[in-house]
């Protein structure tokens, strides 16, 4: 049977006094506006008349009593201050709220099937947010799976209760970095029957607007006091890792303005960037480039998953390691920015995959 999929996304309601609604189709116009500077181009991109694209424009300028284009003969359409507030505002919801809706979606697709096909095994993962593990869902036609995002630490808690099949977390490439991250994670990484689920590398550094006129380069520019930061939530692995780099560059926290500043995802850091309410951020790749942010790479990390032994000859387990082998995913991983594959699929202990940090 083909699967019945549900998916969910948030949507701005604006409305008025007497009760009238604006469409948030308006969102997907200013968008267009603002990439192409055309509104006829705009319009079409929204799937809307040029024609009722000027009259959505013309209502919202009624209700917030400021236009939200500034349209010039000769120089096209560009979007007013408020027009590019509401606008990363809205970009920054769906980057902030993005990883609990997937998770919520998730859930509901699994109870939809049960109830469709009954009972079946499910491969529950509790993992951190991230751009390749996002991919998984999409490849798994044959593989029910039900993708909770949490931090590192709550997935292997999760993972040590039972919660869960499978787990997620970062060790740096670097193996001194790597060692401090272990001591992090070593009272949830105890079980003797672990096994490692190789999965990709990803780069992390620091994001900053197109043509970095800030000219941030390297941690030690961000202790600058009129240089905005935008951090990390406290629990994240990102968080963990630019610890680690501040610590290896004699770096104090109070030395950077906006280190308690914080979002929860990279994208939400790069939305944050993007509207020019930070100067600099730290994250991965991949979210600088979706919001057309400079990017300059600090680390490389291991993103990794883990499994008990018994779970290998598992039939969904087997299904989702040939998942992770295949030409086709394989091929998504290498379009991701900063992502590469890291012997995907793969099966190894901690030991075997960084020995000399676990020997530390």
Known sequence: MHKKKLSVTPTWIFRTESGEIFEPVMFSLLTGIRDSGKLTRA??????????????LNRWTDFFGLPLVVMRKGQGTRLSPLGAKLLWAEQRVRARLGPQIDSMASE??????????GAHSVLRIHASHGFAVALLPEFSDRLE???QYCNPEEALVAFNRGDCDIASFHLPTCPELARKALKHYHSVLQAPDLRVIRFV????????????????????????????FINRDKHSGSRILFNMLLEQEQIAEQQIHGFDREEFTHSAVAA???????????????????????????????????????????NNMRQLLDLMRSPDFINEINKLPGYAPDHCGDICTLGELLPDANSG
């Open 43 to 56: 319009a079409a991109q929204a799937g809307i008349s040029y024609r009722h694209a000027w009259n959505l």
């Open 108 to 117: 509901l697709n699994n109870q939809l099937q049960q109830l469709l096909e």
């Open 145 to 147: 799976l039900n993708l």
């Open 201 to 228: 590398t990803r780069r992390e550094g620091l994001m900053t607007l197109a043509g970095n006129p800030a000219a941030i380069h390297s941690l030690k520019d961000l202790t600058n006091p009129d240089i905005r």
């Open 272 to 314: 944050y960037v993007a509207a020019g309410m930070a100067d600099a951020g730290f994250g991965v790749e991949a979210g600088a480039r979706q919001f057309g942010l400079a990017f300059t790479p600090l680390a490389t990390e291991h993103y990794l998953l883990i499994c008990r032994e018994e779970q290998l000859i598992q």
